[in-house]
C-alpha cells in the first residue's frame, strides 16, 4: 500500500510530556499537510508544506507545536508542553502537482494527554 | 459565521432511499469542494470532488454546486447501511487552505 502512513497510530502522554509524530506522504506527492480533529467537530489545518517548504501555518498553532519536511519527504509534528486540550487525532495528508487540491489523508494519529 | 456549514444531524434514512446533504460556504473565491467520509474512529476518505457548476455524478453518489447561491450538495442513491457514517464538506477557499465543516452523521436503518 503507497498510501499516507502515520505513526504511532496512538500515543498516551502526561502532561508536559513532548510528543513527536511522524509522517510518511505517499511518494509522488510534493504537498503535505498536518490537521487536527476533535470528537465532533471537522479537522482543522494546522500547517501546509511544498516540498521542504513549511508555506502556511494556523493561527492555532500555538509555539509548543513545530512541524518539519526535511528533505522534502517524510514529516515530523513535533508538540512539547503537552496540555490536556492538545489531545485529538492528528492527521497527515497529502497531495500532488498532477492531483491539483485533492487531498489524501493518512488513517491518523491518536494523542491522549492524561 | 463559520466559513464551511452543515447540519450536524444525525440525519436517518431507511435502505435503499436517498439520502440528502447539504453545505453551505462563506468564502465566494472558493474554487474546489470536496466531500469526505469518516466512519467513526477512523479518517476521513474522499468520496467525490467537484469544480465546476452543476452536478457531477460517480456511481451512487452525485454531488451538486451553486456557487452562485454558495452551496454544495452530496445525494447518495439506494443508501445502505454500509454508508452510515460521518460526512463531511470541505472547501479550497482564496486563503489556499482546505476548510472542513463540522459534518453531518447519516445513519441507514436496514
Known amino acids: 500500500d503507497t498510501g499516507v502512513s502515520q505513526n504511532p497510530r496512538h500515543k498516551i502522554t502526561k502532561r508536559g510530556q513532548n510528543v513527536t509524530f511522524r509522517c510518511d506522504p505517499i511518494?509522488?506527492?510534493?504537498?503535505l499537510y498536518w490537521y487536527r480533529q476533535t470528537l465532533g467537530q471537522g479537522p482543522e489545518f494546522l500547517t501546509y508544506?511544498?516540498?521542504?517548504?513549511?508555506?502556511?501555518k494556523s493561527r492555532l498553532l500555538s509555539d509548543r507545536f513545530s512541524a518539519e519536511r526535511p528533505k522534502g519527504s517524510f514529516s515530523t509534528l513535533e508538540i512539547q508542553r503537552t496540555e490536556q486540550g492538545d489531545s485529538a487525532m492528528y492527521l497527515c495528508?497529502?497531495?500532488?502537482?498532477?492531483?491539483?487540491?485533492?487531498?489524501?489523508f493518512g488513517e491518523g494519529s491518536w494523542l491522549t494527554v492524561v | 459565521q463559520k466559513e464551511v456549514e452543515q447540519n450536524s444531524g444525525p440525519l436517518s434514512v431507511p435502505e435503499g432511499a436517498i439520502a440528502s446533504l447539504n453545505c453551505t460556504y462563506s468564502d465566494r473565491g472558493s474554487q474546489s469542494f470536496f466531500w469526505y467520509r469518516q466512519y467513526s474512529g477512523k479518517s476521513p476518505e474522499l468520496i467525490m470532488f467537484i469544480y465546476s457548476n452543476g452536478d457531477k455524478e460517480d456511481g451512487r453518489f452525485t454531488a451538486q454546486l451553486n456557487k452562485a447561491s454558495q452551496y454544495v450538495s452530496l445525494l447518495i442513491r439506494d443508501s445502505q447501511p454500509s454508508d452510515s457514517a460521518t460526512y463531511l464538506c470541505?472547501?479550497?477557499?482564496?486563503?489556499?487552505?482546505?476548510?472542513f465543516g463540522s459534518g453531518t452523521q447519516l445513519t441507514v436503518l436496514p
Open positions: 508544506f511544498q516540498n521542504e517548504a513549511q508555506l502556511e
Open positions: 495528508a497529502s497531495s500532488g502537482r498532477d492531483g491539483g487540491n485533492t487531498i489524501y
Open positions: 470541505a472547501v479550497w477557499g482564496s486563503a489556499r487552505q482546505l476548510t
Open positions: 511518494s509522488e506527492h510534493n504537498r
